[in-house]
């Protein structure tokens, strides 16, 4: 049996370099936990696959692979017929020692390996992709240099001294010759070996560029361009005339908006705010979570332009998006960033990341709508990811706001100017376990008036932050604009204008549906954690407080709901037990823990509950039809699973367009009979064909979920009483009524959540009511509708809150 082995020159070599690879290296995985994320199993052997032939990258893996326990990369595989070595470089790399036969090589080992698995079914040898990036700054318009491109030996060495702590190792999924050996032939073996180098040179072509961007432009030259350009020429000439002033004048109210609108990313700003934001997520959270990441990586590897369309909870997000990109080897985007935080020395830093700035409104200013759309175009055109908060402002409430159209109409716009690269709109849910403004919204829903942002604020904030536990980052499924147009509009096509002057008449509502389809994608990417599962029971019981052992069985039986009947495959469920959720939660010192002799009790201060109700709404979309299945049988105590369905289905366009739930009727059906059948199994209701039955020695628990229904509930009863008492009411008048009956609800019978008259959650409601028929254009009510769903639920409301309204009004 022939084997491979190092030779001693090669064996010294190694064991020099492993010296100053030790001493000067520090290097970050990319996925973070490559081992989960990537799916590696250890336990089978691994041919190492980089990029070019480097021993100082092959000594950061070889240190990589012991951390997490994988095969060594210097001790070979051991086949039926000799030893093959364990990694493989593609390419010869520079340098004069650099050998010109290393793409021979290469080939040569990919084909024994495929006749070593021809010989002996039972091996199955996985490849590895893995490249050692030592810097990931772009290079710049007007100047040659090598950033995270192939280096010479002497100039690697030198790089790793001064960016060892500047270095990431990229893992990608892991590909079994056993699977692409199977049907393959011994006449074929020779092309397959050459066709997989070439793959494999492709994929490491297409992940160095998704790493390190575009090439920066000289921001001046830039933005002078965007000037001299048509669309912009044509709206200085017409922004001279409309307003009677020289070109000249408008040419430079042109060039001062793009000014304050344009970025100024500089890698140098990247880097040191990655050192500050890696302290500063150390001292104030436990951790982050990010999920889904792998497909996002795939995107920006296959070319394309990538929109990130988040939630928006807490000015924290602009920093901690981007801080996840670039640990999980993408490219930061440009932010579009409200113009409130462009005040010093906050503006600068931000730009110089790559926020840029927006006004609030476009309205009547055309000259500044002409000057963004072109620059939002420029960041499109050079290869730039862009980022916008899709519902504009931050939530106050913990829900998703009714989306803002006006940059994704842009986006469309943009794409619509055709040869554009493949764009895709990637949905991301963040989550927090303590956002920080909380106790802030809070004020600002109760009437208080939003602060403005400063220095001074958001350092005083800083300084008194303390255990806010996890942060969580779940990438959604992406959207790519090509296939969603091509689904909606199949003659898209057609309304291509090079000009992206184009507006057709379908614009407006495909715009409209595509943003239902994001807040439905991140809430579908949802993060259960701790504390918004503990907030969520303990606001439902009665005097928000319970025994412990009570708050850790309810929680036990929600995590058994939420695994065994999933909301969506994208929704992240911590993998804790009951006991160690309650124990974290606990830790963020925001219950109220006191002790008799029967145990712990565990309760919410009535200014605490109304400050959770924030986290409970972040996962109020999985609570609500469970709810609203429990609060059914509870009140009814007997009924058929047809009647059940019907009053569900009754409710559900409103609830799909409050929560953004992204169901259609049958996977609705679907759901509801899943969550029946674990009811059914956690023996809280029984459960035939023809029967659903309520277990009265389980009343308690399904009264408890059942609570999760009673705002939501309640709302909707306030404005179809409204509705029945005066059909002709118009819909701003039904808005404010209810909201004002609302307000007074929350006061008479101490609902402490300040959504539940929040102006925006009626003016969603009472636009679908429109929309499902209960009132016309002509603000006239469809009575038989009305009387239909007042008979839905008036039985599910308490008699002291239905008697309120009916008093009320």
């Known amino acids: 049996m022939s084997k491979w082995k190092m030779s001693l020159w090669t064996k010294a070599c190694f064991w020099i370099i492993h010296i100053p690879v030790k001493l000067f290296v520090q290097t970050k995985p990319i996925p973070t936990d490559p081992i989960e994320e990537l799916g590696i199993d250890r336990n089978k052997p691994i041919l190492y696959v980089l990029p070019y032939n480097s021993k100082i990258d092959l000594m950061v893996v070889c240190s990589l692979s012991e951390k997490y326990q994988l095969p060594d990369p210097l001790a070979g595989i051991k086949t039926q017929s000799k030893i093959l070595p364990a990694f493989l470089y593609i390419d010869k790399g520079p340098g004069i020692f650099a050998s010109k036969e290393q793409k021979k090589k290469a080939v040569d080992i990919i084909r024994e390996y495929i006749e070593a698995h021809q010989q002996d079914n039972a091996l199955d040898v996985q490849m590895l992709p893995v490249s050692v990036m030592f810097s990931r700054a772009p290079d710049k318009e007007g100047k040659k240099k090598l950033s995270l491109q192939v280096l010479g030996g002497m100039q690697k060495f030198i790089k790793m001294i001064f960016s060892g702590r500047d270095c990431y190792t990229r893992y990608s999924n892991t590909v079994s010759f056993k699977n692409i050996t199977a049907s393959v032939k011994t006449d074929q073996i020779a092309d397959l070996a050459k066709k997989l180098f070439r793959v494999a040179r492709i994929h490491f072509s297409k992940q160095r560029t998704a790493s390190v961007g575009p090439t920066l432009p000289i921001r001046q030259q830039m933005l002078n361009s965007l000037l001299n350009g048509q669309a912009l020429s044509d709206a200085i000439i017409e922004e001279a005339k409309s307003k009677n002033i020289s070109q000249e004048k408008a040419r430079k109210n042109a060039l001062s908006m793009l000014n304050e609108i344009a970025a100024n990313f500089t890698y140098r700003a990247l880097k040191l705010t990655d050192y500050v934001l890696t302290w500063a997520w150390s001292r104030l959270y436990q951790g982050l979570k990010v999920t889904n990441a792998d497909p996002i990586r795939e995107l920006a590897q296959n070319g394309h332009e990538i929109v990130y369309a988040p939630c928006h909870r807490s000015h924290m997000d602009y920093l901690l998006l981007s801080y996840v990109l670039y640990r999980q080897g993408l490219v930061p985007p440009h932010i579009a960033a409200g113009i409130n935080l462009n005040f010093w020395p906050a503006g600068p830093i931000f730009r110089r990341l790559g926020a840029f700035f927006i006004r609030r409104s476009f309205r009547g200013n055309k000259l500044y709508t002409a000057v963004f759309r072109e620059y939002l175009a420029e960041l499109f055109i050079r290869g730039y990811s862009v980022e916008y908060f899709i519902e504009g402002g931050r939530s106050r409430t913990g829900r998703l706001l009714d989306p803002k159209t006006g940059m994704l109409m842009m986006t469309l716009q943009t794409f619509l100017r055709g040869d554009l690269r493949p764009i895709s709109i990637v949905p991301v849910y963040i989550g927090y376990e303590h956002v920080l403004e909380v106790a802030t919204y809070a004020n600002e829903l109760r009437g208080a008036a939003k602060k403005k942002e400063s220095l001074w604020q958001t350092t005083k904030a800083f300084f008194k932050l303390k255990k806010l536990g996890l942060g969580y980052v779940n990438f959604g499924q992406p959207i790519p604009l090509n296939q969603f147009l091509n689904q909606h509009i199949p003659e898209w096509r057609d309304a291509i204008d090079p000009t992206g002057s184009a507006r057709p008449n379908w614009l407006t509502p495909t715009t409209n549906l595509l943003s239902q389809n994001i807040m439905e994608k991140i809430n579908a990417s949802a993060a259960v954690n701790a504390m918004n599962l503990c907030c969520s029971i303990l606001l439902a019981s009665q005097q928000r407080a319970m025994s412990q052992k009570r708050l850790i069985e309810y929680l036990d039986a929600a995590l058994i709901l939420l695994r065994n009947v999933p909301y969506s495959s994208l929704v992240t469920i911590p993998n804790k037990s009951a006991e160690e959720l309650f124990e974290h939660a606990k830790a963020m010192g925001k219950f109220?823990?006191?002790?008799?002799?029967?145990?712990?009790?565990?309760?919410?201060?009535?200014?605490?509950?109304?400050?959770?109700?924030?986290?409970?709404?972040?996962?109020?979309?999985?609570?609500?039809?469970?709810?609203?299945?429990?609060?059914?049988?509870?009140?009814?105590?007997?009924?058929?699973?047809?009647?059940?369905?019907?009053?569900?289905?009754?409710?559900?366009?409103?609830?799909?367009?409050?929560?953004?739930?992204?169901?259609?009727?049958?996977?609705?059906?679907?759901?509801?009979?899943?969550?029946?059948?674990?009811?059914?199994?956690?023996?809280?209701?029984?459960?035939?064909?023809?029967?659903?039955?309520?277990?009265?020695?389980?009343?308690?628990?399904?009264?408890?979920?059942?609570?999760?229904?009673?705002?939501?509930?309640?709302?909707?009863?306030?404005?179809?009483?409204?509705?029945?008492?005066?059909?002709?009411?118009?819909?701003?008048?039904?808005?404010?009524?209810?909201?004002?009956?609302?307000?007074?609800?929350?006061?008479?019978?101490?609902?402490?959540?300040?959504?539940?008259?929040?102006?925006?959650?009626f003016s969603t409601l009472v636009s679908t009511l429109r929309e499902q028929g209960y009132l016309d254009d002509k603000d006239d009510a469809s009575l038989e509708k009305i009387k239909l769903m007042n008979e839905t639920l008036k039985p599910l409301i308490t008699s002291r809150v239905l008697q309120t309204i009916e008093e009320i009004d």
């Open 592 to 761: 109220i823990i006191t002790e008799d002799e029967a145990g712990e009790i565990v309760s919410l201060s009535q200014e605490q509950a109304v400050l959770m109700t924030y986290y409970r709404n972040n996962i109020q979309h999985l609570i609500i039809i469970p709810a609203i299945i429990a609060r059914i049988i509870v009140k009814q105590n007997r009924l058929s699973p047809t009647q059940l369905i019907e009053q569900i289905l009754r409710l559900y366009p409103l609830i799909k367009a409050e929560l953004f739930i992204y169901y259609d009727e049958k996977q609705l059906l679907d759901y509801v009979s899943k969550l029946i059948k674990c009811f059914s199994e956690l023996n809280l209701i029984n459960y035939t064909h023809e029967r659903i039955t309520l277990n009265y020695l389980k009343i308690t628990s399904l009264q408890l979920i059942a609570s999760g229904s009673n705002d939501t509930l309640q709302r909707y009863a306030v404005a179809f009483s409204l509705l029945q008492k005066n059909p002709s009411i118009s819909r701003v008048v039904l808005e404010k009524e209810s909201r004002l009956i609302a307000e007074r609800l929350s006061v008479l019978h101490g609902i402490n959540a300040p959504e539940f008259f929040d102006k925006g959650v």
